[in-house]
């Protein structure tokens, strides 16, 4: 069972950076691809990125590349998603998860989730 708990949400103005945090309860993620998603109201839940634990591919939603970083740390079991260049429309609850699936973007492949963290651009 691995348990994530995200962190490092908040209110922020449009063109703001915020860096979200993972931080998984397993002692090896080798095995896991780390992904988050996020779902705005009244939407549903939508890939945003992920990682593969061993080798570090990543993959991005188009709606955020170029902005949006995802990493890893592997000391500290954490993976981080870096925000930058905010717009209204990335208002979500921003939510990570982990699959035995490599690299897979598909949220029903991902089987743990953390309880998701609130991220708000006002314009």
């Known amino acids: 069972q691995v348990q994530l708990v995200e962190s490092g949400g908040g209110l922020v103005q449009a063109g703001a950076s915020l860096r979200l945090s993972c931080a998984a309860s397993?002692?090896?993620?080798?095995?896991?691809?780390i992904g988050w998603f996020r779902q705005a109201p009244g939407k549903e839940r939508e890939f945003v990125a992920v990682?593969?634990?061993?080798?570090?591919?990543?993959y991005y939603a188009d709606s955020v590349k170029g902005r949006f970083s995802i990493s890893r740390n592997n000391t500290k079991n954490t993976v981080y998603l870096q925000m930058n260049s905010l717009i209204p429309e990335d208002t979500a609850v921003y939510f990570c998860?982990?699959?035995?699936?490599?690299?897979?973007?598909?949220?029903?492949?991902?089987?743990?989730w953390g309880q998701g963290t609130q991220v708000t651009v006002s314009s």
């Open positions: 397993e002692r090896s993620l080798g095995p896991y691809t």
């Open positions: 998860a982990a699959s035995l699936a490599s690299g897979t973007t598909w949220k029903e492949a991902y089987d743990y």
């Open positions: 990682i593969r634990w061993i080798g570090g591919t990543t």
